[in-house]
């Protein structure tokens, strides 16, 4: 117990790597609130590209959607914020992954915006987590 640090640090993860999983994470935070709060105002309606009568239909939909982004986003904080460097890794690396598929697959399905908005910052992250 005496050579545990008081304060661990990950030193399984680089600034770069750490500084990307943050981004990923406020990135899933803003699209949570864009889907969640925003969804039917002026600023949801030209993010989505959307009439407001849409916006209506779907906003139950939308804010389903946005706890979703809130989870990824709380996942990549938890992986920084982890005691155990290693564990933090592999939760960054879990959850990078989940970012990446779903922005590849709203990329394939909805908007192709959406791989390069969420896809590409998520593999960057990944990257960078796999060059440590």
């Not at 407001?52 to 946005?66: D, F, I, K």
């Not at 920084?80 to 399905?109: K, M, S, W």
Request: charged share 10%; proline share 5%; with cysteine.
């Amino acid at each position: 117990m005496d050579n545990v640090p008081i304060c661990p640090h990950h030193e399984g993860m680089s600034l770069a790597a750490k500084v990307l999983v943050c981004v990923v994470a406020l990135l899933h935070v803003y699209f949570m609130v864009l889907e969640m709060l925003l969804w039917t105002k002026p600023r949801g309606l030209r993010v989505f590209g959307q009439t407001l009568e849409r916006a209506q239909a779907t906003a139950v939909l939308a804010a389903n959607q946005g706890l979703y982004n809130g989870f990824l986003a709380a996942g990549l904080a938890w992986s920084l914020l982890h005691p155990d460097a290693a564990f933090g890794r592999q939760i960054a690396l879990f959850f990078l992954g989940c970012v990446a598929v779903a922005g590849v697959y709203g990329g394939r399905t909805v908007n192709p915006k959406i791989f390069v908005v969420q896809s590409v910052p998520a593999l960057l992250g990944l990257a960078a987590l796999l060059a440590t």
